[in-house]
């Protein structure tokens, strides 16, 4: 494709090797981030309206939907009419639709693109995205997903990228929960964990967390129980998207008691607990140190 203008708004963690990777595919990219962060082969721009001027396609990697509203706000009044905003944060689906909206309504494609692979995931190019907006907004945006990951799945409208991302990670919290507890239980029974998992992993009690990121160090594949719990996928990650996942249930009035209950244990794991800056499979430790009064 020919090389394109691109303002890259957050070059953090995730957003720092995403916009490398676009710069060495060949765009052009001017990054922006509030802390003065740079990014490989990325020029480096002095504000929100430097980066964004001119260019055929904006995106975004920040913390928050309320950060990202503010951003959006500024950018989207200075981009030119059928460029394209691309906003990859995991932020709450009505900002996710709001920003869509502002951009639409200022003529330009909108797409929320939340990503799921992580840091290792955004610096090898091979993260997942989930994306919501119209067919043509997802056409412009795919040559780009292709560069910064390996697979993107059209979800549907504005905001159902940041829908599957929350419904996907409130699975993935209270199973993680689920598989610590029965490891946890198991210990207890005088269950050997390498036989546990023999038996779960190829059982119906087999999940992501058990097969792919075992929680318990030296047994399944090497995940970050066998570093420590180092992140991998930090708790406290997980605790802001489980309470996305809890502002979306509230604001459609589903019902959602696991999702709810995990939010619980990770905030208390987090707030209170050891949790901060460990792997959010630590709930393992955390809760086979325990008994049922603890
Ligand atoms: P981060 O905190 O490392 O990066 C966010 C960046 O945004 C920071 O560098 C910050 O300075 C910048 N920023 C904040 N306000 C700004 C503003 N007004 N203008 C310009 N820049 C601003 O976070 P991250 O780990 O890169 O995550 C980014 C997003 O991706 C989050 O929404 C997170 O939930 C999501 N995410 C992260 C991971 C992960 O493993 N880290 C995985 C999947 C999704």
Partial sequence: MAALKIGFIGLGNMGGPMAANLAKAGHEVAGYDVAGTTAKGVSTADSIAAAVTGADVVITMLPNGSILRQVAAEAIGQMRAGAL????????????RNTSEAAENAGLLAVDAPVSGGVGGAEGGTLTFMAGGSESAFAAAEPLFDIMGQKAVHCGDAGA????????NMILGATMIATC??????????????RMFDVVSTSSGYSWSMNAYCPAPGVGLKSPADNGYKPGFAAELMLKDLGLSQQAAELVDADTPMGARALEIYKTFVEDEDGKGRDFSAMLPRLAGRGRSD
Wanted: proline share 0%; aromatic share 6%.
């Fill in 181 to 194: 507890e029965a490891f946890a239980l198991a210990d207890k029974l005088g269950l050997d964990r390498q």
């Fill in 161 to 168: 990228g940041q829908a599957a991302k929350i419904c996907n």
């Fill in 85 to 96: 905003f691309i906003d990859c944060s995991t932020v709450d689906v009505e900002s996710a």
